[in-house]
Antibody, heavy 121, light 113 residues
Framework: QVTLRESGPALVRPTQTLTLTCSFS??????????IGWIRQPPGKALEWLAV???????YFTPSLKSRLTISKDTSKNQVLLTMANMDPVDTATYYC?????????????WGRGILVTVSS | DIVLTQSPDSLAVSLGERATINCKSS????????????LAWYQQRPGQPPKLLIY???TRESGVPDRFSGSGSGTDFTLTISSLQPEDVASYYC?????????FGQGTRLEIK
């Protein structure tokens, strides 16, 4: 059974750096055509694709946030980390990690429950 | 970035009736060498994470009821629910995975009339 779970702080101060962890089980990120992506959703709004890291360690970012984002993986721990620098109240959202299938192009077949991150002083 | 525009923004359909949601891409997401459209559909029930329904524009994910179907090619796509059930009340999103960033549509909220 494939499962993913996001963890991290529920509250972040403006200008701080957010670090989120996606812990997963039921598959390996060393398997071909596997990836982990991060997607966020502000309250009451649409989904926004943020970043992906794949089995070959290629990473992709949404251009508008690329300067603020890093993504990395620890295959021994089955974890993927996302950091977002210089947080602002507009970054308040539920952050999801999800498993991607495909090679270079990924749709997400399994999602975590998400973590609500509030940016406030 | 590829922009996906869904229509309508919201939709109310009677139980047992057909629901149709459209997704239009700002550029073709058909990869001709593979003859595949790089489009997925997701369902998001209130308070839940999204759930994959359809990928490659028309391939139903395992376990998804066959009342859900996807169609279209190039720039115009449709998600159809053939006979609306109470558990289908949700928001629906299309996503292109042709080019990064793999953008989502703005969503369509489906309710019972």
């Amino acid at each position: 059974q494939v499962t993913l779970r996001e963890s991290g702080p529920a509250l972040v101060r403006p200008t701080q750096t957010l670090t989120l962890t996606c812990s997963f089980s039921g598959f390996s990120l060393t398997t071909s055509e596997m990836s982990i992506g991060w997607i966020r959703q502000p309250p009451g709004k649409a989904l926004e694709w943020l970043a992906v890291i794949d089995w070959e360690n290629y990473d992709y970012f949404t251009p508008s946030l690329k300067s603020r984002l890093t993504i990395s993986k620890d295959t021994s721990k089955n974890q993927v980390l996302l950091t977002m620098a210089n947080m602002d109240p507009v970054d308040t959202a539920t952050y999801y990690c999800a498993r991607g299938r495909g090679s270079g192009s990924y749709y997400f077949d399994t999602w975590g429950r998400g973590i609500l991150v509030t940016v406030s002083s | 970035d590829i922009v996906l525009t869904q229509s309508p923004d919201s939709l109310a359909v009677s139980l047992g009736e057909r629901a149709t949601i459209n997704c239009k891409s700002s550029q073709s997401i058909l990869y001709n060498p593979k003859n595949k459209n790089y489009l997925a559909w997701y369902q998001q029930r209130p308070g839940q994470p999204p759930k994959l329904l359809i990928y490659w524009a028309s391939t139903r994910e395992s376990g998804v009821p066959d009342r859900f179907s996807g169609s279209g090619s190039g720039t115009d796509f449709t998600l159809t629910i053939s006979s609306l059930q109470p558990e289908d009340v949700a928001s629906y999103y299309c996503q292109q995975y042709y080019n990064t960033p793999h953008t989502f549509g703005q969503g369509t909220r489906l309710e019972i009339k």
